[in-house]
C-alpha cells in the first residue's frame, strides 16, 4: 500500500422510512440535527474520515479510513433502487426506531431484501448491523419504548446480524456518533480487510462522475 493509496468502505443506512435515517446520516456527516427532514428520495451520499486501531503483525496500528456513507429511502416504492446499492456496500446499518414496533418488525423484511440480492447468507462477506434509534423520545409526550434491546439481540443471532446498540440522532453528539461508527467499521475491516483504493482509481472515479453531470442515482 503505497502513500497515494487509501482505505475506503461504503456504509449504506437502511430501514422504514422515518426511522431517523436522514437525521443519524446528517449528524454523523454535518454534526447538525434537525426535526424537519424531508423524505430522502432515492439516496444521498457524502463522506467522513475516521482512524481506527487494528492489530498487525502482533502489533496496534492506526489506520486512516474514508467512509462513503449512502442515505436511502425508506419508502416501498423506493426499495428497487435501494437494492442496487447493497451489492456495492462493505456494509450495511439497518435501523428501526424503538418507539415503533412496526419499523422493527419489519427489520426481517429487509433482511429478506438485502440477501435476496447478495446471494446466500451464509457465503456473505458483507457485514449487518442492527441499530435502535430515537432513545430521547422515550417518556416524551405520547411515546413509549415498544421494543427491548434483549428483543433485538435476539433478532440479530437469529438473522447473523451484528447489535449495535441504542442511539439517538437528537441527543448523541455527532463525537459519540463517529466513535459508534468506528466500532462499525472496525468490524468491516476485520473482515472485510483494508479494501484500498488508488489515487488512479479515484481519479478515474471523479472523472466519470463529472461527465455524467449531477445524476441523483450515481
Not at 22 to 47: A, Q, V
Not at 85 to 113: A, C, H, Q
Amino acid at each position: 500500500m503505497s502513500e497515494n493509496d487509501k482505505i475506503e468502505y461504503k456504509v449504506t443506512l437502511i430501514g422504514n422510512s422515518s426511522v431517523g435515517k436522514t437525521s443519524l446520516f446528517k449528524k454523523i456527516t454535518t454534526g447538525e440535527f434537525s426535526d424537519k427532514n424531508i423524505s430522502t428520495i432515492g439516496m444521498d451520499k457524502r463522506t467522513v474520515q475516521v482512524e481506527i486501531e487494528v492489530q498487525e503483525k502482533d502489533k496496534n496500528v492506526t489506520k486512516s479510513i474514508d467512509i462513503s456513507l449512502v442515505d436511502t429511502a425508506g419508502q416501498e416504492r423506493f426499495k428497487s433502487i435501494t437494492k442496487s446499492y447493497y451489492k456495492e456496500s462493505d456494509g450495511i446499518l439497518l435501523i428501526y426506531d424503538i418507539t415503533n414496533r412496526e419499523s422493527f418488525e419489519n427489520v426481517k423484511n429487509w433482511i429478506d431484501s438485502i440477501y435476496d440480492s447478495l446471494g446466500n447468507q451464509e457465503n456473505s462477506k458483507y457485514i449487518i448491523i442492527l441499530i435502535g434509534n430515537k432513545v430521547d423520545l422515550i417518556g416524551v409526550e405520547d411515546y413509549k419504548r415498544e421494543t427491548t434491546e434483549d428483543e433485538a439481540k435476539q433478532k440479530c443471532e437469529e438473522n447473523n446480524l451484528l447489535w449495535g446498540g441504542e442511539c439517538s440522532a437528537k441527543t448523541n453528539s455527532d463525537s459519540e456518533l463517529l466513535e459508534l461508527i468506528k466500532g462499525y467499521v472496525k468490524k468491516i475491516y476485520e473482515k472485510v480487510g483494508p479494501k484500498i483504493v488508488t489515487k488512479q482509481v479515484v481519479k478515474k472515479i471523479a472523472e466519470r462522475k463529472k461527465k455524467k453531470g449531477k445524476c441523483l442515482f450515481l
